[in-house]
């Protein structure tokens, strides 16, 4: 129970710290403004979306009616995933603040280039989804596309702006963030490299979660599954991926050799789905049935197996450092120290006496 309240003590403390600090607060501020103006846009497109479609029935769809629902489907998915990212985003956001982590931070600047990229895919895609429901007669109103353009434009100039800004933050909490790490760590390079690994690892732990959740989200919905048993086992992937990657995370920390063994040939598994995926897409019979979220599949698709490479790599380099004396830094509570203590005193460097004065022979 003691150790319960000493961690809910820290947590509270460590969240305080984020709007006390200057850049921290600054980067928090931001990235909640971002989330905040980017989902009130894309929920203000989904509600036209939703009022102005009419309800139609098996005959009115006629010989449309699977592409129709797809479309219908298409919409709601990008604009449900884009205002998952954000809430994900922040809740990274504040993760990497409380922690310190300036890995995580230079992470999330990169996720925003991938949710600018999604964003302006968005566009092209829910312009030809409502292009094709209003040839299928499915809107009530003809104008939807003119009224959401330009939220939908905004958003992937919001998101570019806003990248420019976090990015420039990012090099300032970076230097903020170093002195703590020296504290925590210590001066000696070696395990400070063994740090960086190892934050890098578990940054990466954190994308990879988003991106496999939201190609999974967007295949069940918008493409669903040729036979119940293949939509099932996409279904089930979502709690054992979560699984894995909690169990990743642990075997780094407590550093298990076997357990990260198997991790590592799970990773090799979900590489191997995702390029199977990827292929399927664009198979000339099967790429039929991916059409509507094409781009955005293939744009997930490939992050994600970017992302698990860079996953197995770091993971590797992690189970290379076990033994060396991280764990016992990683486990142990942090100790704030004061600069005094970490530099050198210059009381304990010997000197030899010089003579006052020079003397000619």
Request: aromatic share 14%; net charge positive; glycine share 6%.
């Amino acid at each position: 129970m003691a150790s319960k309240s000493k961690r809910t003590s820290s947590l509270a403390k460590s969240t305080g710290e984020i709007f006390t600090r200057k850049w921290p607060r600054l980067f928090f501020i931001v990235a909640a403004l971002q989330a905040i103006i980017c989902i009130a846009f894309e929920s203000y497109t989904f509600a036209q979306f939703q009022n102005g479609l009419k309800d139609m029935s098996d005959d009115d769809w006629g010989a449309h009616k699977d592409d129709g629902e797809a479309q219908l489907k298409t919409i709601p998915t990008f604009l449900g995933l884009l205002m998952l990212g954000f809430i994900y985003d922040i809740v990274l956001v504040w993760d990497a603040l409380r922690m310190k982590n300036t890995i995580q931070i230079i992470g999330l600047c990169i996720a925003n280039l991938a949710f600018l990229v999604y964003s302006a895919l968005q566009i092209d895609q829910i312009r030809e989804a409502i292009a094709i429901l209003i040839g299928f007669n499915a809107f009530n109103n003809l104008n939807i596309w003119p009224e959401v353009q330009g939220e939908l434009i905004a958003i992937p100039c919001i998101i570019s702006l806003v990248s420019v800004i976090l990015s420039f933050i990012a090099w300032k909490l970076y230097q903020e963030f170093a002195w703590d790490i020296l504290k925590h760590i210590g001066a000696d390079y070696r395990m400070k490299k063994r740090f960086l690994h190892y934050q890098v690892y578990i940054a990466l732990l954190k994308f990879d979660f988003f991106f496999f959740v939201g190609f999974t989200i967007q295949f069940l919905v918008v493409v669903g599954g040729k036979t119940t048993t293949e939509f099932i086992l996409t279904a089930i992937a979502i709690p054992v991926t979560i699984i894995i990657l909690l169990c990743a995370a642990w075997f780094t920390r407590r550093e298990w050799k076997f357990g990260m063994v198997v991790v590592m040939i799970l990773y090799l598994g979900g590489l191997s789905y995702f390029i199977y995926k990827l292929a399927r897409i664009y198979d000339p019979y099967e790429g039929q049935f991916y059409a509507p979220v094409r781009k955005s599949l293939t744009a997930f698709a490939v992050l994600t197996i970017i992302l698990i490479i860079l996953t197995i790599i770091n993971g590797m380099v992690c189970m290379f450092n076990f033994g060396a004396g991280l764990k016992q830094h990683l486990l142990s509570p942090r100790q704030e120290i004061d600069k005094d203590q970490a530099s050198y005193s210059m009381h304990d460097v010997k000197q030899t006496q010089l003579p006052s004065r020079m003397t000619i022979d």
